[in-house]
């Protein structure tokens, strides 16, 4: 091998391994429905915005927004852990173990003991899995952490670090970030009602899990809930949607 030859084959060599790194640490996109548009927030204009498409690679350096009724899926390059984006939703994700979400609602499901960095407009949270949980932006700039089912833990960087229960929702809020009150949550009416569940085309990799979570709920609390959780308007204040009532919606102190 010439001198040339072998510099142009070490340069070769050096450019794939490149290409490979950077492929192995973004995102795919697995599936999409409805207007999902992508962002690159590296550049202006209207060169920076484009329409999301099934198996683009989304690295840390993008943004994700979905219109009314549309959603979109997302995994790591090995399925450990899948991200859906629901409806009128915007997030980014800074690494593959990190969630930024600024409006709406996503879902995580992990295989993974690794920790996941969750944050919001004004709080941020770290997740010990594995497990399934839902993230919804609130008003005051925290988060509901919703879990289907898991086996880890959460933690606030002034609050602590709680055992996360299957059905037990948590809100993260404030900066730095405490937890709010903690909340019963129907799974199985969730697991109905959810279209981050049940409106895409292939199950969760997760799903047996979720459905032992769901029964085991069910099989202790059977009957106990009256009431949907909704908007956190402050750090005070958490709506409330109760079923069998005249006005329908009330707004109850979180603390």
Same mark, same amino acid.
């Given at each position: ?10 340069n ?5 391994? $490149?290409? #490979?790194?950077?492929s192995? %640490? ?5 599936? &999409?429905? =409805? ?5 690159? /927030? ?16 989304i690295?840390?350096?993008?943004l994700?927004?979905?219109g009314?009724?549309s959603?979109?899926?997302?995994s ?9 984006l ?18 709406g ?17 004004k709080s941020t $949270?770290? #997740?010990?899995?594995?497990? %399934?949980?839902?993230?919804e932006?609130? &008003?005051n =700039?925290?988060?509901k952490?919703?879990? /289907? ?5 959460l ?9 996360v ?31 981050l ?7 969760l ?13 069910q ?12 908007? $956190? ?9 109760k079923?069998?009532?005249?006005? =329908?919606?009330t ?5």
């Amino acid at each position: 091998m010439t001198p040339n030859s072998f510099i142009l084959f070490k340069n070769a060599v050096v450019m794939t391994t $490149a290409f #490979f790194l950077m492929s192995s %640490t973004q995102l795919k996109v697995k599936y &999409t429905h =409805g207007k999902v548009e992508l962002a690159n /927030l590296e550049l202006k204009g209207p060169d920076s915005v484009s329409l999301v498409e099934v198996n683009a690679s989304i690295g840390n350096n993008f943004l994700i927004a979905t219109g009314k009724g549309s959603r979109t899926e997302l995994s790591t390059p090995e399925d450990h852990t899948t991200w859906r984006l629901g409806s009128l939703s915007v997030s980014k994700w800074p690494s593959l173990n990190e969630c930024w979400i600024h409006s709406g609602s996503l879902l995580c499901s992990t295989k993974t003991e690794e920790p996941i960095k969750i944050s919001s407009t004004k709080s941020t $949270a770290s #997740f010990h899995g594995p497990g %399934t949980f839902i993230i919804e932006a609130t &008003t005051n =700039g925290g988060f509901k952490f919703i879990p /289907l089912e898991s086996c880890g833990s959460l933690t606030t960087s002034d609050g602590g670090t709680k055992q996360v229960k299957g059905g037990r929702m948590l809100l993260v809020i404030g900066d730095p970030s405490i937890f709010g009150d903690a909340y019963d949550i129907d799974l199985m009416l969730m697991l109905k009602s959810s279209r981050l569940i049940n409106s895409f085309p292939t199950q969760l990799g997760r799903h047996k899990q979720i459905g032992v979570s769901v029964y085991v709920q069910q099989m202790k609390i059977r009957g106990k809930y009256d009431a949907l959780i909704g908007d $956190a308007t402050s750090e005070d204040n958490l709506q409330l949607w109760k079923f069998n009532t005249e006005k =329908g919606k009330t707004n109850f102190p979180s603390n």
